[in-house]
């Protein structure tokens, strides 16, 4: 047998440590346990096409669904204006919740439609504005066609669920009103306002608290 050398020793043992023990390894070579995978960032590399095409491909998704929901809401305007007459916009619709709230929102839920009922026909009326923005918000001087316009109470309400059911209602052509154009309170009513309803209009019937008129 040839005897080592002493280079030939001292290269067997800088080999030797340079390789770890099996056990070692497998601790060195294991990854940190995650604790939160959602800290966890992953990072895909793409080739600038594939950027590109993605940007365009979530562009055109959002265009589509832009046009989906206008759509949508224009359909759904077409079926309300022939269920009641009228064309009504998201922000109609809120108005018209709120004036119903302040003016009947202790009524029950028919005398919330028929409130309702009044604004919507006025709309459809050559005798009064074309939009329920205009007619809820009328006004001739400082004289407002709604009382809860004029004191504020139209600006503080919170809109009931049984409120905007009514609504709905009255929006689907659900209509009692008999062609209503106005109503009144009479026991809060001016007089001179109590006495011009019943000289100049006709009195069609009562529902609670509220007289209706034409």
Known sequence: MRKATKGALAAAVLSAALVPAASNASVAMAPAPVKDASSQKVVIL????HVVENADNYNRIKRLSANHEKRAQMQEAARIKKSCGVSVSASDRVILERIVEAEAGGEDHKGKVLVANVVLNRVKSKSFPST???VVFAHRGSTYQFSPIHDGRYYTVSVSDDTKKAVNDALDGVDP??????FMERAYADSDNAAWFDRCLTRLFGYHCHEFYK
């Not at 793409?46 to 096409?49: F, G, I, L, M, P």
């Not at 009103?177 to 106005?182: E, F």
């Open 46 to 49: 793409q080739s600038e096409n």
């Open 132 to 134: 329920i923005s205009e």
């Open 177 to 182: 009103s008999q062609g209503a154009l106005y």
